[in-house]
């Protein structure tokens, strides 16, 4: 009789029964002396004696703006010690922070504060071409519930902190005393590909949970250094990030405002960081620096690679030239708080470059007949659903949309394909909505990608379904090459695959692209991708 694709994570170690703002008071009392926070750019630093302080300092502030439990409080701004603060000054308050991607325009801002119904909005000034102050005056009259905006680095900035100290401490005291760990503390809007994204909300005890075990999983100590150039909006920055630090009384390090590989590099060697985050193309571009070899990156030891499929190519590199031999491949998704399946520091090399590892303590995975909903056997595809404390609460303020994700047993229907084997480990495959049926063949992109990673003149490839009269659909493999000097031809593609890959998952079609289409946080939107391709293809073909 084949085995159930089911498996539910140890229970050990029990899960944390306490807010985030205790969790954090319970660092600073253990750690007080030890480093909390870095910033890189502006040289400052904090303990978490001070890092305390200045999150009870913008809690006070947060207060004295008669900010209520459950108001909602949005923060649009890049990577800054400022975030940080505010995300834990929330928390102790009882306020839900609102992330704010901030790459946002004026009619993604006005969507998201009116359908959260923020009250008060902490923002940035500006960053690059992103006129903060400017869009939010576009939408204040479009948005009722907005009350206030705070702008760091600015005198509403410097204000909020003043007018806390009139603050007794005492009220801070009596309003975490209200507070529960099941209690709403984050809503996270989810990337929309078709209309508007959604707020996924996550209580206390979703995301610190998460973030607490992540680091176990990782081996963290107080010792560590993590180095965080991922989006703090994003759930691989505030969660698996800040709370997996802060939680172990480790020392987070902001690298940058956003991404810059060479300023990454910098923070590791200059902070001597013992954990690097990132997304594939994230660590792609940092080892394809002209001076990458000069970087003394001898500190590190492990990190995580998330955020969209890891290429077993780019992994054993990092592994093997950027020091972090106990690298890990997460797997989540926002409504997950993030992470369901992790890879282990002892896992052997086919597991940590083949898979996306196993369950984490707490939760419970199955992989199910999509059609039917049953639960399909080892080595089975099917869609991979998730259980345990780490579900959302919900879409904030739409029930329909929440009842189409979470069944009726709680399971999170991930939307991703994929296979679990014997031992519990589990293999993305693809999205449901990503394969490709070619002539009546599932054909899942992530195994030819895998494969195309191999080739010795690609250095990044995505590949995609187009619309084909015979066949249904034909694949597409859309390749960024190592050296434009060194051209790939579709010839030579098809002859690298031939004998390789079946006959009916060889690409018919390559397109050479200097970049792919991506998000802020450096997942490809293969949707704008295969659109593209197939208008492409359209065009040459009229």
Not at 391 to 413: F, I, K, N, Q
Not at 421 to 440: F, L, P, Q, S, T
């Amino acid at each position: 009789m084949t085995t159930p694709s089911y498996e539910a994570g140890s229970t050990s170690v029990p899960l944390i029964d306490d807010t985030i703002g205790a969790d954090l008071a319970f660092t600073v009392e253990r750690f007080g002396d030890r480093d909390a926070l870095v910033d890189v750019p502006s040289g400052r630093r904090w303990t978490y004696a001070e890092f305390g302080r200045a999150v009870e300092e913008i809690a006070l502030g947060l207060l004295a703006k008669g900010v209520a439990k459950g108001d909602r409080v949005g923060i649009w701004a890049v990577n800054c010690p400022e975030w940080v603060m505010v995300q834990y000054a929330t928390a102790r308050v009882g306020a839900i922070m609102v992330n704010i991607n901030p790459a946002y325009r004026v009619h993604e801002l006005r969507y998201v504060l009116r359908q959260a119904g923020v009250g008060l909005l902490v923002a940035s000034v500006a960053h690059k071409s992103s006129d903060y102050r400017g869009m939010v005056e576009q939408v204040r009259a479009d948005c009722p519930a907005l009350r206030d905006v705070v702008h760091i680095d600015d005198p509403t900035w410097t204000a909020l902190i003043g007018d806390g100290e009139d603050v007794p401490r005492e009220r801070l005291a009596d309003r975490e005393a209200q507070l529960s760990c099941h209690d709403p503390v984050n809503i996270q809007y989810t990337s929309g590909t078709t209309g508007f994204a959604k707020g996924a909300t996550l209580s206390h005890h979703n995301i610190l949970n998460n973030g607490y075990f992540v680091g176990e999983t990782l081996g963290y100590t107080e010792a560590d250094r993590v180095c965080l150039p991922v989006p703090f909006y994003h759930c691989f920055g505030m969660v698996m990030g800040n709370l997996a630090v802060t939680s172990h009384g480790a020392c987070a390090v902001i690298p940058a405002p956003a991404f810059d590989p060479t300023a990454t590099l910098h923070a590791v060697e200059r902070e001597r960081c013992t954990s690097l985050y990132g997304v594939p193309t994230m660590f792609i571009a940092e080892l394809d620096l002209p001076d990458f070899a000069t970087y003394d990156l001898s500190s590190l030891r492990t990190g995580i690679m998330a955020g969209s499929p890891c290429p077993t190519e780019v992994m054993k590199r990092v592994m093997g030239e950027m020091h972090m031999s106990e690298v890990s491949i997460c797997y989540g998704m926002t409504e997950t708080s993030p992470v369901s399946t992790q890879t282990r520091r002892d896992d052997d090399i086919a597991r940590r470059t083949g898979t996306v590892g196993r369950v984490l303590p707490h939760i419970e995975v199955k992989v199910v007949d999509s059609g039917t909903g049953e639960t399909v056997g080892r080595g089975e595809p099917g869609e991979l659903c998730t259980r345990g404390y780490s579900v959302m609460l919900g879409y904030w303020d739409e029930p329909e949309r929440t009842a189409e994700a979470v069944d009726g047993e709680r399971w999170m229907h991930t939307g991703d394909l994929a296979v679990m084997d014997e031992d519990g480990y589990v293999r993305i495959v693809g999205r449901i909505k990503d394969m490709i049926i070619r002539g009546g063949e599932n054909v899942y992109p992530r195994e030819i990608e895998e494969f195309l990673y191999t080739h010795p003149k690609i250095s990044d490839v995505q590949v995609v379904g187009v619309p084909d009269e015979k066949y249904g659909e034909e694949i597409m493999a859309c390749v960024i090459l190592r050296d434009p000097a060194r051209p790939l031809g579709l010839d030579e593609l098809a002859r690298f695959c031939r004998g390789r890959l079946a006959h009916y998952k060889i690409p018919r079609y390559l397109r050479i692209l200097d970049a792919f289409p991506m998000t802020v946080s450096g997942k490809v939107r293969k949707v704008e991708l295969r659109e593209r391709a197939s208008e492409g293809l359209a065009a040459a073909e009229s």
